[in-house]
């Protein structure tokens, strides 16, 4: 394949099950234009993120003839068109996805009652389920039953007792089938496949999920099979000759959710310590990931007779243990289980998760806080003494706190795009009359707001539908506002899928999955249409506003009077470099009296845009932006 394109760009993609078959075609349709510097995404669109920067820096390779360790039809964007042709291919992506030991009937029964069958065929799905998932509970209960009818009332006592005895079976029987999927759940990790089969290999030429991402992830970016491509690999690939300074090559973020911990986390790990239990790990990921991230943590800490190995983490943190982090779908997916210091079993010398070592002196006092914080958003520091007891850290779909994270990579003013895919269903929706695949072409489309309608003919649908909008707002409002902010919607394609598209439609027809992947590529090429000179515009626009607005807020704050007498103590920490701030001090004098000069120079210029202007926010793209100071994740 040859490729010459001279623009780069970034790309995040968002979550949707088999949705994601729509990005690699959208990838390989960019990158006829561009080349990659950052890519993210959620959950499927992890997948599809960690394949295309598996592919950049594959193609990294091929072009710079760095020396590749797998064929060269398979590397870089040719090895990804391979890939989206086989995601394409019919029952494929059915036979990734394989039910662990006895999880086969929740896993069909999850399916059916998530896919897109009727509504009698649900039912008798969710009836029949009882029996198949519970059978030798409900013929014993059923057994039990009319016997004792029988013994107390014969045979008439028995016929009359029929019917109450047989529903009785039933609803004990689905006592027992909650009972035994939840066995199973947790037996597997809290979810029904869980992405490999150790127990089990692998039907014919097969492979069930996290093999098959495996072996792509290195195939496509020329890696060894036993040298799992690395977060580093993407960080120090080659550069292709002009290529515009940056700290690193290629920049590959996806978010997870720390159940756990109720927060959405990004990946990977940069500064984090958690650590891995070997046969956790086992049934999770190919044993050959497994070995060599036990060889590259080193020596386990034993705790009650289990061995916990660190996670490698930055540079040297797998891209497929990620990945595979960030597509826990809950429920039909494991969710991933590592480990930290549990804080009040940690020996003195160690500072876990909100913790900080017991110092109050002001020379130690700066490093003491900025440890505290460091453990509080990293998951605990390791310091002089080991861990002497650990707690567990559930980690499942990114999807659930962050499904489309279009604020990766943000800057003030961004020196290339970063694209955006968007996954939308407009049966359920009002984005109907949109064209199948949407790209704002001036500023006055996109920024409507969505509308899902609640209406249904019979109550209990509707009541269904009003609980899955609720956890959908739950789920989606942040990424909904951003996406319709100025500077973020012009950049974002809308791909409209049929209910028979994507979600959990495992055995689609040939002609679906082709329709699916055609999309992708009018995704992909609709961005032949984007302004970059609007969109860099529009930032600035929003910049400037913004700031203009913060600085006269910050100029207002002080002009207040009267003052607070009680709190002027407070308000002249910033004014006087003499006084002494209870925390958080600059690291020397000079930084402290320019501090004072910067503030001056804030209130200074606030009130000179507040007395005599110029208003920059009269004409500024709306809704107006805000500056605010917001926790990363």
């Known amino acids: 394949m040859t490729r010459t394109p001279a623009k780069y760009c970034d790309l995040v993609m968002k979550g949707g099950i088999t949705s994601g078959i729509v990005y690699p075609n959208a990838a390989l349709a960019l990158a006829r234009d561009y080349r990659f510097k950052n890519i993210g995404g959620t959950s499927a669109g992890a997948i599809a993120a960690a394949a295309c920067a598996a592919a950049a820096v594959g193609d990294r390779r091929k072009q710079m003839k760095a020396t590749i360790a797998q064929p060269e039809e398979n590397v870089g964007f040719e090895g990804l068109a391979k890939a989206s042709a086989k995601l394409a291919s019919p029952g494929f992506i059915n036979g990734l996805l394989q039910p662990a030991a006895g999880a086969t009937q929740a896993f069909r029964l999850l399916v059916t009652l998530a896919g897109n069958t009727g509504v009698l065929r649900k039912g008798l799905a969710l009836l029949g389920s009882v029996v198949l998932i519970a059978p030798v509970e409900t013929l014993l209960l059923l057994a039990a039953l009319t016997g004792l009818a029988y013994a107390v009332g014969g045979q008439t006592g028995m016929m009359a007792a029929a019917l109450p005895a047989a529903i009785c079976a039933y609803l004990g029987g689905a006592v027992f089938s909650v009972l035994r999927i939840a066995r199973v759940l947790r037996r597997n990790l809290m979810g029904l496949c869980t992405g490999t089969a150790p127990d089990r290999p692998a039907r014919g030429p097969r492979m069930v999920l996290t093999d098959w991402l495996h072996e792509t992830l290195q195939a496509l970016s020329g890696k060894a099979t036993g040298q799992p491509l690395t977060f580093g690999d993407l960080w120090t690939a080659e550069r292709y000759p002009g290529e515009p300074g940056s700290d690193r090559a290629v920049t590959l973020k996806m978010i997870t959710t720390g159940i756990s911990h109720q927060e959405p986390r990004s990946l990977p790990f940069e500064s984090a310590l ?323 000069h910067l503030l001056e120079d804030l209130i200074g210029e606030g009130k000179k845009w507040g007395d005599d202007g110029p208003d920059l926010t009269k004409t500024a793209p709306r809704p107006l932006p805000q500056l605010q100071i917001a926790p990363t994740y």
Request: aromatic share 12%; with cysteine.
């Open 274 to 596: 958690f650590w891995f239990r070997r046969k956790e790990f086992e049934a999770l990921f190919p044993k050959i990931v497994v070995d060599w991230l036990v060889e590259k943590a080193g020596e386990p800490v034993t705790v009650a007779g289990e061995d916990y190995y660190l996670l490698p983490h930055g540079a040297d943190m797998p891209v497929l243990v990620a990945t595979r982090m960030s597509l826990s779908f809950p429920l039909l997916i494991s969710a991933v289980p590592l480990h930290e210091p549990a804080r009040r079993e940690s020996p003195p010398g160690f500072a876990g998760e909100n913790e900080a070592e017991d110092t109050t002196s002001d020379e130690d006092e700066q490093k003491t806080v900025l440890d505290s914080t460091e453990a509080l958003t990293t998951g605990g520091k390791k310091r002089r003494a080991r861990p002497a007891a650990f707690r567990i850290c559930w980690f499942s779909d990114g999807g659930i706190s962050s499904n489309f994270p279009i604020h990766l990579f943000d800057r003030a003013l961004p020196r290339w795009p970063t694209f955006a895919i968007n996954l939308v269903y407009p049966e359920t929706s009002d984005t109907g009359s949109r064209p199948e695949v949407f790209l704002p072409e001036n500023n006055r489309q996109g920024w409507q707001r969505h509308y899902q309608p609640i209406a249904r003919k019979s109550a209990v649908h509707e009541l269904c539908a009003f609980v899955f909008a609720i956890v959908a707002t739950m789920q989606n409002w942040r990424d909904l506002l951003q996406s319709r902010a100025p500077g973020h919607r012009e950049r974002i394609v809308h791909v409209s899928l049929s209910p028979q598209e994507g979600g959990l439609n495992l055995a689609m027809s040939k002609e679906v999955l082709a329709a699916v992947s055609k999309k992708g590529t009018a995704a992909g090429e609709a961005f032949a249409r984007f302004s970059f000179e609007n969109h860099y515009w529009i930032r600035w626009r929003n910049l400037a506003s913004a700031l203009q607005r913060y600085t006269i807020d910050i100029a207002a704050s002080d002009a207040y009077r009267p003052k607070i007498p009680d709190y002027e103590p407070a308000y002249a920490l910033a004014r006087d470099p003499a006084s002494k701030p209870p925390s958080y001090r600059f690291a020397s004098k000079a930084e402290r009296e320019e501090a004072v």
